[in-house]
């Protein structure tokens, strides 16, 4: 193996671990705010005086502009770096619920809606950051922490917006707290010791200096919230060897070429050349199951309180209860990841299978269960499962992509997400004519076929991890 000389950018402990358990505080603020808004939409929508077709199309507005700029706002993110990104989406959102905040009228409401819908990727950005700040082993850890507290801001969220909206003029109230609460963390994420997070050193082990690169995955800005190049030839998304992107020549576009400053032109080039890389990877297999999967969860959940009443005559009251205790489970389970990963020895797609065929059988015996306990029973794993089968799918997408994509990757895997959303109700809709229990049903034959998926396709991604640790080992 020749000698290089790799100059690596390593995070500092201390200031590493500070911006982590910042950005902790960001995404629990973050769907805090959200959801002390979203329970009041549907409301305060007819109480402009539109009709239900109406506000069913204005829904769909947020749903649709996720869709599509889910993807183009990660790759972005790689492209001009993740604290500028960042810094615009929470101020971009900011804008978008303070207008919420003014909406006198369907067509304020909508202008509101299309600032959150474009740019309310704040969540997907802190995670391509926290990829980029810590190793591939320690992220499955950290990403569950980051869900976990993300999941509480989600359930505290409601009773807040609740209590507002009990006194004159909560909605008006809870949107401008909304806007509030993302110029908070707009102004945390400036605060935060970027500059202080890296040091460089100079590595000139003639054996250790490639695997040493690949491997501790301590070659980033977290400034630019990419990876630095290193003087000998990269293994980055467009030279990264059965990576499922193709191979494309060196001396491309640098991952730190451009920045916010740069002209328009040149971002949205590079952002499109990103993208081009996800749609001709051979990741399709990944989104596949992400997209059965999160249409099989959200079948789940789609008419829960109606087949809870027909089925076993619960009050929604009672029925409510079931519900936050699922979502609290959630939340702490997404402690658990690190332990359970470090438990299968970090083999993610192991993990996924697994976590994937105990969803199924959940949603199984949620559909077939005679009983409210059982129903119970099955939450209590489900919230468990998903969790983790969520995490998996994130932390696959991102070995076989490469961190250097980090946002586009998290940004298409959303955008999978939001078809999913488009979606699942219209399936639920359908299965309903036939069953209560017709949802959940149509969810496990989902299921069984990213199951299935998996059991072919596993076995093509253990070949290439072979092959790629034999050439980076040449």
Not at 168 to 178: A, L, M, N, R, V
Not at 286 to 297: D, G, P, S, T
């Amino acid at each position: 193996m020749n000698k290089h000389t790799c100059s690596t950018l390593i995070p500092r402990p201390r200031g590493r671990a500070r911006i982590i358990q910042c950005v902790y505080v960001v995404g629990f603020m973050d769907l805090f705010g959200v959801s002390m808004i979203i329970p009041l939409l549907s409301h305060h929508v007819k109480a402009l005086g539109a009709s239900p077709t109406v506000a069913g199309i204005v829904g769909s507005t947020y749903g649709i502009l996720q869709l599509f700029s889910s993807t183009i706002v990660g790759s972005w993110s790689d492209v001009v770096g993740r604290r500028d990104s960042l810094l615009a989406c929470l101020l971009l959102s900011a804008l978008g619920y303070g207008l919420l905040g003014m909406s006198t009228s369907i067509a304020l409401f909508v202008l509101a809606r299309i600032p959150v819908g474009l740019f309310k990727h704040s969540l997907s950005i802190c995670r391509a950051l926290l990829s980029d700040l810590v190793s591939e082993s320690e992220r499955p850890l950290v990403m569950g922490h980051f869900n976990a507290a993300s999941s509480v801001g989600f359930i505290l969220g409601p009773v807040v917006g609740g209590y507002l909206t009990e006194h004159e003029g909560g909605f008006y109230t809870s949107s401008f707290t909304c806007a509030v609460i993302f110029l908070i963390n707009a102004g945390l994420v400036w605060l935060l010791p970027w500059s202080e997070t890296l040091s460089y050193s100079n590595d000139t082990n003639s054996n250790n200096t490639s695997q040493g690169c690949h491997d501790k995955h301590f070659s980033q800005s977290a400034h630019n919230g990419s990876r630095a190049d290193c003087h000998h030839p990269v293994l980055t998304a467009d030279t990264q060897p059965d990576s499922g992107f193709p191979e494309k020549p060196r001396g491309g576009l640098s991952w730190r070429e451009v920045s916010l400053l740069q002209p328009v032109w040149r971002q949205l080039s590079s952002v499109g050349s990103k993208i081009h890389m996800v749609a001709s990877s051979d990741m399709w297999d990944l989104f596949l199951v992400r997209l059965l999967m999160a249409i099989a969860i959200m079948l789940y959940y789609s008419n829960f309180s109606l087949a809870m009443e027909e089925r076993f005559s619960l009050k929604p009251k009672v029925t409510g209860y079931l519900i936050s205790y699922s979502s609290t489970l959630g939340a702490l389970a997404g402690f658990l990841v690190g332990p359970v990963t470090q438990l299968y020895g970090n083999n993610m797609p192991a993990l996924l299978l697994h976590s994937t065929v105990l969803t199924c059988s959940l949603i199984f015996l949620y559909a077939a269960g005679p009983s409210v306990w059982q129903v119970l029973l099955t939450s209590t794993f489900f919230a468990i499962s998903t969790t983790i089968g969520r995490t998996c799918i994130t932390d696959l997408e991102l070995q076989r992509g490469g961190v250097q994509a980090s946002g586009t990757l998290i940004g298409a895997g959303q955008s999978v997400t939001a078809v999913g959303r488009v979606l699942a109700p219209l399936l639920s809709g359908l299965a309903q004519e036939f069953s209560p229990c017709g949802p959940p049903s149509l969810g496990v034959v989902l299921a069984l076929a990213a199951v299935a998926l998996l059991l072919v396709r596993i076995p093509k991604w253990e070949r290439r991890g072979v092959k790629k640790a034999a050439k980076l080992l040449q």
